[in-house]
Antibody, heavy 119, light 106 residues
Framework: QVQLVESGGGLVKPGGSLRLSCTASGFPFSDYYMSWIRQAPGKGLEWVSYISSSGTTIFNADSVKGRFTISRDNAENSLYLQMSSLRSEDTAVYYC????????????WGQGTLVTVSS | DIQMTQSPSSLSASVGDRVTITCRARQSISTYLNWYQQKPGKAPALLIEAASSLQSGVPSRFSGSGSGTEFSLTISSLQPEDFATYYCQQSYSTPSFGQGTKVEIK
């Protein structure tokens, strides 16, 4: 059974940091290209960050460049998102999602973890 | 970045209606276009990939078409469980999503 489980969300003050984790099971994680995708309350989906299956290629949305860092540990079947210099506009549910190639769809999604940036 | 524009942003329809949602890309993306369904409080779920390939387990009343810059998602006969928000997403370059189309009960 394909499963992605996010953790690490919570309430953080503006300017603070947070690390999200996503643990995979039931599929060959090391073969999957992974992304973080977020959804602000009542809004649509926004792609945040992408990492290739080997971890050698990374892309970030302009809105998070220089502040967020994506990484993965294929031995631990885990994906991470280190978030720093958080802003109120980063408040969202963060999903990890994966696909079989760099140009494929996202066929696996986690349930999401809520990040709230507020003083 | 490739901007994706969906229309309409929302629609009201009845059970049994035929519904079509359009997605336009600012530049050609061949058939690197995917469709997702999202229900309230849930993660999105893949419906169609590569413009027209139905994901395993997705009912055949869903279909997708298009290439280049214009794409469509059609539900041939709307069912109660289809009331949800639908998103298109291009995978031609760094990913981007349309703004979503909310399908509501008339």
């Amino acid at each position: 059974q394909v499963q992605l489980v996010e953790s690490g969300g919570g309430l953080v003050k503006p300017g603070g940091s947070l690390r999200l984790s996503c643990t995979a099971s039931g599929f060959p994680f090391s073969d999957y290209y992974m992304s973080w995708i977020r959804q602000a309350p009542g809004k649509g989906l926004e792609w945040v960050s992408y990492i290739s299956s080997s971890g050698t290629t990374i892309f970030n949305a302009d809105s998070v460049k220089g502040r967020f860092t994506i990484s993965r540990d294929n031995a631990e079947n885990s994906l991470y998102l280190q978030m720093s210099s958080l802003r109120s506009e980063d408040t969202a549910v963060y999903y990890c999602a994966g696909g079989r190639s760099s140009s494929s769809s996202y066929d696996s999604w986690g349930q999401g973890t809520l990040v709230t940036v507020s003083s | 970045d490739i901007q994706m524009t969906q229309s309409p942003s929302s629609l009201s329809a009845s059970v049994g209606d035929r519904v079509t949602i359009t997605c336009r890309a600012r530049q050609s993306i061949s058939t690197y276009l995917n469709w997702y369904q999202q229900k309230p409080g849930k993660a999105p779920a893949l419906l169609i990939e590569a413009a027209s390939s139905l994901q395993s387990g997705v009912p055949s009343r869903f279909s997708g078409s298009g290439s280049g810059t214009e794409f469509s998602l059609t539900i041939s006969s709307l069912q109660p469980e289809d009331f949800a928000t639908y998103y298109c997403q291009q995978s031609y370059s760094t990913p981007s999503f349309g703004q979503g189309t909310k399908v509501e009960i008339k």
